[in-house]
């Protein structure tokens, strides 16, 4: 039986958060607009790396040493690490997981000691060999702004990379100091945000941001030879209107099956879940972020779903338009009406189905994989040598 203070209490929370996301967002475009700020292109970007570090020499792609900071929680290693090999030595600093984390009071007892052994472990690593770059995936919640200049000051390209930066550029602040982006980002040379709104936000914190969406590895999400025995499959955490939309396909008629955190099949591990990718004649995706009503981000599962061979059926947002074109490489959908047409559509239209299913993984393959990614960031820190120069930036 649900309780109605919960529920009630829920809406309350989802409409509060929605109101405090779309407050920040005109704050900081009006701040945008009244500096006359202007995002930086490509040329410029690379234009201010040559000049900032005037003695570098760009390296053939494998040739780089790289420093690599971060916590692999359950997907970085299999992801980031294997894209940043591709260019060279890789030196992966974990130091966050010798703490214990897990503990409440870990920001008040273990943050200051986990910031002085981060820069004293930097330091080592340095004088073991001085790095090319040096890649970060780290938060306000986890280091201080004095952390990263104390990094920033050992002399080489120092990259920001962040993935929620829709409702977590600020987020929670304690002692006037933001969880997410907002106050470590001035100190790096490149902020990879894959949230193209929070482009402006942080030109206006005076950072230098790069909007590049997630990506996936295709040594892991690969098609797999099989029957496709799901009509449609979803594969993510039990959580907002997911439930509620998975119970009306089903009232609809609609064979579909659900995997992960909190549904009555339970997780997978990575490769059954590109299996399952594979079994299915039709993945479904969620565009929405929970907590917050109508706010949209792109996901992991929008790159991993089409370079797995996937039929990928997702929640429609503007920034899918940006990485695809929806309905010849992906579906998209509008309302729970709509996702209930387009499934039948096209269960009834196979070969139609296989087309997009094609167009996707080629798309996904061409631009989506995380060494894609890392060539461009590279490239633009003026690192890597490139087989056509001519061809970069635009």
Not at 304 to 333: C, F, K, Q
Not at 357 to 374: I, N, P, S, V, Y
């Amino acid at each position: 039986m649900k309780d109605p203070l919960k529920n009630t209490r829920r809406k309350f929370r989802l409409w509060n958060n929605t109101r405090r996301l779309e407050a920040e967002l005109k704050s900081y475009e009006a701040a945008f607009e009244k500096r006359r700020l202007v995002v930086p292109d490509d040329a410029a970007i690379l234009a201010a790396m040559k000049e900032r570090y005037p003695y570098r020499v760009p390296k053939p792609k494998g040739g780089l040493s790289i420093i690599a900071v971060y916590h692999n929680y359950n997907w970085e290693n299999a992801s980031l690490l294997p894209a940043l090999e591709k260019f060279g030595e890789v030196r992966h600093c974990d130091w966050f997981e010798e703490f214990d984390h897990t503990r409440r009071d870990w920001r008040s007892s273990l943050k200051a000691r986990m910031n002085r052994e981060l820069v004293e472990r930097m330091r080592l690593l340095f004088d073991e060999q001085k790095p090319d770059v040096v890649f970060t995936y780290l938060a306000g919640e986890i280091v201080f702004p004095e952390t990263v200049r104390d990094i920033a000051g050992l002399g080489v390209p120092l990259i920001h990379f962040s993935l929620n930066d829709k409702e977590h550029f600020v987020g929670k602040i304690r002692d006037g100091l933001a969880f997410g982006s907002r106050d470590i980002c001035p100190m790096f040379d490149i902020c990879w945000t894959s949230t193209a709104d929070a482009v402006k936000k942080y030109c206006v914190e005076g950072a230098t941001p790069v909007y590049l969406p997630e990506g996936a590895n295709p040594e892991i999400h690969m098609p797999v030879a099989c029957e496709k025995t799901i009509d449609v499959s979803f594969v993510g955490q039990r959580y907002g209107n997911r439930p509620e939309t998975v119970n009306r396909l089903k009232k609809a008629g609609i064979r579909v099956e659900a995997f992960g955190y909190g549904w009555p099949n339970g997780p997978l591990p990575t490769g059954e879940m590109v299996s399952i990718y594979s079994k299915s004649r039709i993945n479904l995706g969620f565009g929405g972020v929970d907590g917050y009503k109508e706010t949209f981000c792109l996901k992991g599962r929008d790159f991993e779903i089409p370079m797995s061979g996937g039929l990928y059926l997702t929640e429609y947002h503007r920034e899918l338009e940006t990485v695809y074109d929806i309905g010849r490489e992906i579906v998209a959908y509008v309302g729970i009406d709509d996702l209930v047409e387009k499934i039948k559509w096209l269960l009834a239209n196979p070969g139609a189905a296989e087309a997009i299913r094609q167009a996707g993984r080629r798309r996904a393959l061409t631009d989506h994989t995380w060494e894609k990614h890392f060539e461009k960031i590279f490239s633009l820190l003026n690192l890597l040598q490139l087989p056509h120069p001519s061809s970069f930036p635009e």
